[in-house]
């Protein structure tokens, strides 16, 4: 039975596994937790959410929905696990963080293909097949061979945010309640603002004394995970454009409509538990109790944990990859997830399962499978390995980076439609290629 490597076990990682230990190839899985953490993680299970618990949108007329019903297609290991643990979220994807992780980690361990070692990897394998999936908190010792034997110091990087969760035992509901935007259930927690508690929450946050990353810099964050206060120092009304949108939002508790509303998402099935959405920040722990207590509702939240800020690490694979997502000077060797150059989890998950099929492929001597951009995992792939990108910048799926429809259709939910009708077709022709059931 042919054998392959694969470092790390977060999304990406764990994905790849589970494709290639279902093609009958036997893999050998390295990760560094429970023996070693980085201050990012808590649990010591895999496919561990480090960020927010949500995958986002659900609904194909959305490029992140249709990647999810692409992934569901191809028999995705992380899909199945999201589907099965997910709580209520409106018209997006959320899961109890513990339970799905909890889920990868038991369906990874029984696999008869799948061998375990709880090691950290701090020098690449020599093994024939490896790929590296350690994701955008690899260890230093890892990077530093990788930037040293194989990407010539043409590593990047970029900070990314956590945002804090609190007890919901503590929220006040008297003055926060429960609903989703226009009326779509009641899948989150509302905290209402007038103007006067909104500029006063404003200039509260950009007065907060920040927490100190060496080297920090507001050019290095993606703007999918922006500090709420590096927000609020943009200008006084870009919350109020962002997270904190009111619109769609009645309050029940008065006929008044609200300024501004932060927004809480369930982060466990048992409801105990949620985060407040579009909150990273890297904020000092004293100043999150001090300013998030302002929040209507919040005034005596009890933080289950603080929000975090840390440094993430990933190659420049325009230069260093082909399309398959090998490096172009060292055979075998596949790198998959954040570290090469996606966002989000799912966009991760699905670079690990394309390492997956093109490494099962190249093991088989078979002739490697381009991307087809009409699809949102081959959209992906494209785009973080265009030879022609001078600065790869961490890109979440969209429609924008797929193959134009042949069609001019102005109608948005109908050219939506659109691109998801000819992705399914493509997915069926991929299907059949590499033998999914």
């Known amino acids: 039975m042919q054998e392959i490597t694969i470092v790390g076990a977060g999304l990406a990682g764990s994905e790849a596994a ?3 230990a279902e093609r009958n190839i036997k893999v050998k899985l390295y990760e560094m937790k429970p023996v070693k953490r980085t201050p990012a993680h808590s649990l010591n299970t895999f496919g561990e959410l480090v960020c927010s618990n949500s995958l986002r949108s659900d609904r194909v007329e959305n490029a ?9 297609e191809l028999s995705s290991l992380i899909m199945e696990a999201a589907d099965k643990t997910a709580v209520p979220a409106g018209g997006a994807l959320a899961v109890d963080r513990e339970k799905f992780s909890e889920y990868i980690d038991a369906k990874l361990r029984n696999h008869p293909n799948i061998e375990v070692i709880e090691e950290e990897i701090i020098k690449i394998p020599d093994d024939e097949f490896v790929i590296i999936a350690t994701g955008p908190l690899t260890s230093d010792e890892l990077a530093e061979d990788i930037a040293s034997r194989y990407c010539g110091r043409e590593s990047m990087y970029f900070y990314d945010a956590v945002a ?11 003055i926060a309640f429960k609903g989703s935007r226009y009326g779509r259930g009641d899948d989150y927690v509302n905290c209402p603002m007038t103007k006067e508690q909104y500029y006063a929450f404003n200039n509260a946050l950009i007065a907060a004394e920040t927490a100190d990353i060496k080297g920090f810099e507001e050019k290095k964050v993606f703007e999918g995970c922006m500090p709420i206060e590096s927000m609020a120092k943009r200008g006084p009304m870009t919350m109020a454009f962002g997270p904190l949108k ?14 501004a509303v932060v927004q809480l998402r369930q982060d466990n099935a048992a409801g105990t538990l949620y985060n407040i959405v579009g909150f990273q920040t890297r904020l000092k722990l004293y100043e999150q109790r001090k300013v998030f207590s302002m929040i209507p509702g919040l005034e005596n939240a009890e933080f289950f944990r603080y929000g975090v800020m840390h440094r993430n690490t990933y190659i420049n694979s325009p230069k ?28 991760s998950t699905a670079a690990g399962l394309w390492a997956a099929i093109c490494a099962q492929r190249q093991i088989h001597g078979s002739e490697p499978m381009e ?13 973080t390995t265009n030879p022609a990108t001078e600065i ?18 102005k109608n948005k939910n109908d050219k939506a439609q659109a691109y998801a009708k000819r992705s399914m077709e493509s997915i069926e022709r991929m299907k059949a290629e590499i033998n999914v059931q």
Do not use: C
């Open 18 to 20: 589970w494709q290639l």
């Open 64 to 72: 992140a929905g249709l990647l999810k019903q692409e992934l569901r």
């Open 164 to 174: 804090p969760i609190i007890n919901a035992e503590s929220i006040n509901m008297e």
């Open 246 to 259: 009111p619109v769609g939002i009645d309050n029940p508790h008065t006929v008044e409509k609200p300024y």
């Open 320 to 347: 260093l990859l082909d399309t398959s997502l090998q490096l172009k000077s060292r055979k075998g060797l596949y790198f998959a997830g954040q570290m090469m150059g996606v966002e989000g989890y799912i966009e």
């Open 371 to 383: 991307p087809d951009d009409t699809t949102v995992i081959g959209a992906i792939i494209k785009y």
């Open 392 to 409: 790869l910048k961490p890109m979440n799926a969209n429609f924008g980076i797929m193959a134009p429809l042949e069609e001019k259709i």
